[in-house]
């Protein structure tokens, strides 16, 4: 996925808010210029055949409803909520982000099966527990298989 730095500093900013539990949200996407729109056959939102892949436009915030520093989880109305707002200005949900406050950026087994209802999704991860400040990773998670995928900045206002 391209990001926006701006974008990505949000996500951070609500990680840092509370240290002390897990923040979640979901990231908004559009297919990148020239991607040809949709995912690609075998492919995932954030990643299509031509490479172009998907461009972030918008950070919805969502809470976390076990405000648990141990795990997250939307609430199925607020993500319900999200998904339709997104929809509507046609977009897609391009990813998932959460912190972990207590552990390296790198999906938790309950990260891994929760995922299992998101296939395809980028979940992006800010770690808050380095010493060398927040840490962000993203992944896409396909049954237990787990792979690093690359946050590549966006160019300056192609979130719109």
Partial sequence: MRIDPELLAEIVAHAQENPRIECCGVVAARPAEGSGGGQAAGGTAGERADGAGTVATHVYRAENVHASALKFEIGPMELYRLSEEIEERGWEIGAIYH?????????????????????????????????????????????????????????QGAAG
């Fill in 99 to 155: 912190s972990h406050v207590r552990s390296a950026p790198y999906p938790s087994q309950t990260d891994i099966g929760f995922a299992a209802g998101w296939p395809g999704l980028e979940w992006i991860i800010v770690g808050l527990a380095g010493e060398g400040g927040p840490e962000v990773r993203s992944y896409l998670i396909e049954g237990a298989a787990v792979r690093e995928v690359p946050i590549v900045p966006a160019p």
